[in-house]
């Protein structure tokens, strides 16, 4: 197997003002599905699954991948730890006229609710949609928590949760995970769950390094799907954190040998994407796919998980590496007005580039 490795394209350097006029769309939506046509055949029902169905019909989030699915391109999911990442990814979306996510970790709830309030703000005030997601909730009242908290217009604060209960084993796991989707699902939230485990830890999430990864299994990928999820983050392969090169990544499935080659660390996410176009027939469209685990991808192989149904891209350290070598230069030396000016743009320019790599600049007035 050969892969072309493929550069993240320079971006012009310049910038882009934090946009506060409402995104509205123009376009008609598309065609309601068959859910869809069951909540409006009677619009004053209310049985709870109707309602929740009514409420998720129009989830900015779901919208946003559905469209992604159907365009064929991936949607950037930029992992937040401050305001420079937020306002840095919002004005390259607007610039490259791209939808964007925005994910929090639940330790954004322990910093501060008013960092996760300004947050909701900076998403509903962009020119293009943006959603905020909370990744990787794994406590069930923090999930309860982040459900309940709401705008100024009333409406939730969170666009999507993902109800990670993957630190349990199978059977505790869909049953709380059941649980939690039809709160989320009563609220309008949409919701996303993690089948198997995907190895390795990330800076804001509980520690999970220790527990062995698992791959997502094809029964698991319909168990999940029963819960009534609306997006899945399958573990094929894939870790949180580094990959530090093929000889220190552990697969525990016998389909493949992996030899020493040339390519280091991206051969093995290369034979890693059958996994992932296994997984893809199974969902067969039923829900949206979400890829977790991308440090160290490079574009080209970015391309083939979404030509195998990815439809948002989750990032951390790829649109953060310039940030970091810039503050750990410069922290001290020059104006603190400058450090953060400069952070917000380098973060934009790197967020840009990825949007191109993924397809969806231009995208955003498509739905």
């Known amino acids: 197997m050969t892969s072309t490795i493929i550069a993240v394209p320079s971006i012009p350097t310049f910038l882009i003002s934090l946009s506060t006029t409402p995104y509205t769309n123009s376009k008609e939506e598309a065609p309601a599905n068959k859910e869809e046509d069951l909540t409006t055949s009677n619009p004053q029902s209310t049985h709870p699954a109707i309602m929740a169905l009514q409420k998720l019909s129009n989830n900015p989030a779901v919208r946003m991948l559905n469209a992604a699915a159907a365009g064929k391109y991936g949607v950037l999911g930029v992992v937040s730890y401050n305001l420079e990442t937020i306002i840095g990814a919002i004005r390259a979306a607007e610039s490259k006229k791209a939808p964007l996510q925005i994910l929090l970790f639940p330790w954004a709830l322990h910093y501060s609710p008013s960092f996760v309030s300004a947050a909701a703000e ?20 923090v999930i309860k928590k982040a459900a309940n908290l709401k705008k100024h217009d009333g409406t939730p604060m969170f666009d999507s949760i993902m109800v990670d209960m993957s630190h349990y084993e199978k059977e505790e796991n869909l049953a709380k995970t059941t649980e939690l989707v039809k709160l989320c699902h009563e609220k309008g939230i949409a919701t996303e769950a993690e089948p198997g485990r995907i190895e390795g830890g990330e800076d804001g999430v509980k520690d999970t390094a220790e527990l062995e990864g698992m791959m997502t299994t094809a029964e698991e ?10 997006f899945l983050a399958p573990a094929f392969g894939n870790v949180h954190g580094d990959y530090h090169g093929v000889e220190n990544i552990h697969l525990d499935y016998e389909r493949y040998v992996f030899p020493p080659h040339p390519l280091g660390h991206h051969f093995l996410i290369l034979m890693l994407i059958d996994s992932l176009e296994s997984i893809q027939k199974k969902v067969d469209g039923r829900v949206q796919i979400v890829l977790h685990g991308t440090n160290e991808f490079i574009p080209s192989i970015l391309n083939k998980c979404i030509e195998r149904g990815v439809t948002r891209v989750n990032v951390n350290k790829m649109v953060l590496s310039d940030y970091f070598a810039y503050t750990a230069e410069k922290t001290g030396k020059v104006p603190l007005t400058e450090l953060v000016e400069t952070s917000t743009e380098l973060i934009k320019k790197q967020c840009e580039g990825w949007i191109d790599a993924m397809g969806c600049a231009g995208k955003a007035g498509t739905y």
């Open 221 to 230: 990928v319909d168990d999940f799907i029963a819960t009534g999820i609306d």
């Open 122 to 141: 900076a998403c509903a005030a962009a020119s293009v949609p943006v959603t905020l997601h909370m990744d990787h909730a794994q406590d069930p009242e």
